[in-house]
Each structure stands twice: as structure tokens, then as C-alpha cells.
T-cell receptor, first 114, second 115 residues
Framework: DSGVTQTPKHLITATGQRVTLRCSPRSGDLSVYWYQQSLDQGLQFLIQYYNGEERAKGNILERFSAQQFPDLHSELNLSSLELGDSALYFC?????????????FGAGTRLSVL | AQTVTQSQPEMSVQEAETVTLSCTYDTSESDYYLFWYKQPPSRQMILVIRQEAYKQQNATENRFSVNFQKAAKSFSLKISDSQLGDAAMYFCAYRSPYNNNDMRFGAGTRLTVKP
């Protein structure tokens, strides 16, 4: 168990809908990262937060947004969903954003858009 | 931008034998960090081993070791005495301390362990 909690484990929804994925980082970790793992594109970095502030953006679509709350949990919001958004979404956390720090991953949320 | 290449989509090994998974990367940076993550059928991403580019000594974690060749930009993972529980997808990752600490993953190698 990595200590990173993601809910829900599975999510099935329809095109055009909006969903929210939730992540609780390991105790003491201030940085949260979101990744998307799809069959044809591997693991792609979406966005990073540190102590409530957005720190870095990767290949995140404009339809997607995220935030980190004062209690350090994070939510990834996906809107106007398309079939191609079906993927495994991972949250990871580390003590701070420094590259040397290990990122610990949650078990992921599998999103199926029908 | 840094890219990470895993040229072996699939590998198999006999239980108790040794297997090496390949990873190469492209970078112009002199300082960086390299990681191997394991993703078993449970989907959980589990850190296997980490290497700091400024350290010449190859990292080792029990049955897992790396062959880090900085000049060749190569970072292979050796699994000794393979066990059935080693069966998983293995991802190589590169993390830069300069580019917002961005972490880039390879496409993965699926390892099968035969009893």
C-alpha cells in the first residue's frame, strides 16, 4: 500500500458528461501529480500541484482541470467527456516537487466513457 | 524534450533465471534521475529502483539492479532469480530537475515469468 488513496476505483459514464476524480496523498506529502494511462499513449503527465498551488502542466486538455485543497487532497475534473478520454487516471504524491523525490502512486481510477 | 524508449514490448523469463529489460533516453541535461516502476495486474505503480545520474555506482535493491551507462544514455534493469510475482509491466522513467521536475515514462515492457 503506497499510502495514496484514489476514489472511485471505477467510473462508467456517457459522452458529454462531467466527472470528478479524488486523490488523498500520503501523509506529509505536499506535492500531487496526475497522470493519464491510455492503451495507445502510455503514461502521460497531466498536472502537478504543490501545497495548493499549480506548479506544472503537461498534456492536459482544456476540458480537464484540477485543484489541490487546503487539506492537500486533490481533485481532477473531466468535462465534456469523449470516448477517447477512457483511460486509467493515476494520482501520485511526493514530499515536495524536487526531482530527486520518489513519487508514490495510487491504485488509479479506471474511467470508461460509453 | 527528453524521450524514454523501451525497445522490448514483451519479454519472458524462466522462474529462477535472470532477465534484463532495456531502456534508453535522450537528453542534453547532465543531472537527472532515472526510475523503474513495476505495474502488476493490480494496476498499482510500484517503484522498483532509482538512480541518480551524478552517481556512478549502479543502484541495487535486493534481486533488482541497474546497469547505468550515462554516456550511452542507457538504463537497463536486471532481475535476478526471477519469481512468479515479478510478472508485470515495467516502466522506465526519466525525471528532470530543470524542467519543472517533469517525469517522462517509456512505453513499458511486459514481463512474463514461466514456471
Amino acid at each position: 500500500d503506497s499510502g495514496v488513496t484514489q476514489t472511485p476505483k471505477h467510473l462508467i459514464t456517457a459522452t458529454g458528461q462531467r466527472v470528478t476524480l479524488r486523490c488523498s496523498p500520503r501523509s506529509g506529502d505536499l506535492s500531487v501529480y496526475w497522470y493519464q494511462q491510455s492503451l495507445d499513449q502510455g503514461l502521460q503527465f497531466l498536472i502537478q500541484y504543490y501545497n495548493g498551488e499549480e506548479r506544472a502542466k503537461g498534456n492536459i486538455l482544456e476540458r480537464f482541470s484540477a485543484q489541490q485543497f487546503p487539506d492537500l487532497h486533490s481533485e481532477l475534473n473531466l468535462s465534456s467527456l469523449e470516448l477517447g478520454d477512457s483511460a486509467l487516471y493515476f494520482c501520485a504524491s511526493s514530499v515536495d516537487p524536487a526531482a530527486k523525490n520518489i513519487q508514490y502512486f495510487g491504485a488509479g481510477t479506471r474511467l470508461s466513457v460509453l | 524534450a527528453q524521450t524514454v524508449t523501451q525497445s522490448q514490448p514483451e519479454m519472458s523469463v524462466q522462474e529462477a533465471e535472470t532477465v534484463t529489460l532495456s531502456c534508453t533516453y535522450d537528453t542534453s541535461e547532465s543531472d537527472y534521475y532515472l526510475f523503474w516502476y513495476k505495474q502488476p495486474p493490480s494496476r498499482q505503480m510500484i517503484l522498483v529502483i532509482r538512480q541518480e545520474a551524478y552517481k556512478q555506482q549502479n543502484a541495487t535493491e535486493n534481486r533488482f539492479s541497474v546497469n547505468f551507462q550515462k554516456a550511452a544514455k542507457s538504463f537497463s534493469l536486471k532481475i535476478s532469480d526471477s519469481q512468479l510475482g515479478d510478472a508485470a509491466m515495467y516502466f522506465c522513467a526519466y525525471r528532470s530537475p530543470y524542467n519543472n521536475n517533469d517525469m517522462r515514462f517509456g512505453a513499458g515492457t511486459r514481463l512474463t515469468v514461466k514456471p
